[in-house]
């Protein structure tokens, strides 16, 4: 099973910036779907972006949209959310995670279509 490292989380103002990278430990991992997901205090884990193994094509939920941008780099075995114009409302643990199933995409995402989860990375906006 592939491991995941994300990196890149920590405390920002309203309308700042972050970059979280996630590292995988296998080449392999250029053949899934990668995707971003996060968690709030109190609340349940939710899709955040997603990109494909191929073009790559890239789909986010709708309050990210326009914010946030994934991306990732198969030389490196990596993946990024680049997140701009953040808000107090993005606050969470932001979590990378791989595709189940190697060679396919859809254009909607959910927890269970993955499998592989990395451990975590705080994401905290001050108003």
């Known amino acids: 099973q592939v491991q995941l490292v994300e990196s890149g989380g920590g405390l920002v103002q309203a309308g700042g910036s972050l970059r979280l990278s996630c590292a995988a430990s296998?080449?392999?991992?250029?053949?899934?779907?990668m995707g971003w997901f996060r968690q709030a205090p109190g609340r349940d884990r939710e899709f955040v972006a997603a990109?494909?193994?191929?073009?790559?094509?890239?789909y986010y939920t709708d309050s990210v949209k326009g914010r946030f941008t994934i991306s990732r780099d198969n030389a490196h075995n990596t993946v990024h959310l680049q997140m701009s114009s953040l808000k107090p409302d993005d606050t969470a643990v932001y979590y990378c995670?791989?595709?189940?199933?190697?060679?396919?995409?859809?254009?909607?995402?959910?927890?269970?279509?993955?499998?592989?989860w990395g451990q975590g990375t705080q994401v905290t906006v001050s108003s």
């Open positions: 995670a791989v595709h189940k199933t190697p060679w396919y995409e859809s254009t909607r995402y959910g927890l269970t279509d993955f499998n592989s």
């Open positions: 990109i494909s193994w191929s073009a790559p094509r890239t």
């Open positions: 296998e080449h392999t991992f250029r053949n899934y779907v």
